[in-house]
Nanobody, 126 residues
Framework: QVQLVESGGGSVQAGGSLRLNCVVS????????VAWVRQAPGKEREALAQ????????LIADSVRGRFSVWEDVAKNTVYLDMNNLTPEDTAMYYC???????????????????WGRGTQVTVSS
């Protein structure tokens, strides 16, 4: 199975930026659908972005397009989520998730993913 370890969370002021990191390993690590999903207290999980590792066009949720971007460093087996112009509404636990092997068609959906990291907290203050 795929193993995921995310890092890079922290506390920032509104308008700041963070880069989250997800190290991907496992039998299918060369080709997996890797996503970033967040969950704020009392809210449903929200898939923000996904990328098919090894080469594919990434998908960004409408709600964060223009502020967030997802990309990978193939040599490091790492998927990144760059977050810019953060607001307090972005405060949440951010998870790296994966589906072995390919991304499913359609809208971003957290239920598509069966492998999850432990999460990294992002807190944005006003």
């Amino acid at each position: 199975q795929v193993q995921l370890v995310e890092s890079g969370g922290g506390s920032v002021q509104a308008g700041g930026s963070l880069r989250l990191n997800c190290v991907v390993s496992g039998f299918y690590s060369n080709r997996n659908c890797v996503a970033w999903v967040r969950q704020a207290p009392g809210k449903e999980r929200e898939a923000l972005a996904q990328i098919y590792t090894g080469g594919d066009t990434p998908l960004i949720a409408d709600s964060v397009r223009g502020r967030f971007s997802v990309w990978e460093d193939v040599a490091k087996n790492t998927v990144y989520l760059d977050m810019n112009n953060l607001t307090p509404e972005d405060t949440a636990m951010y998870y790296c998730a994966a589906r072995s092997r390919w991304c499913l068609p359609g809208a971003l959906d957290p239920t598509d993913f069966s492998n999850w990291g432990r999460g990294t907290q992002v807190t944005v203050s006003s």
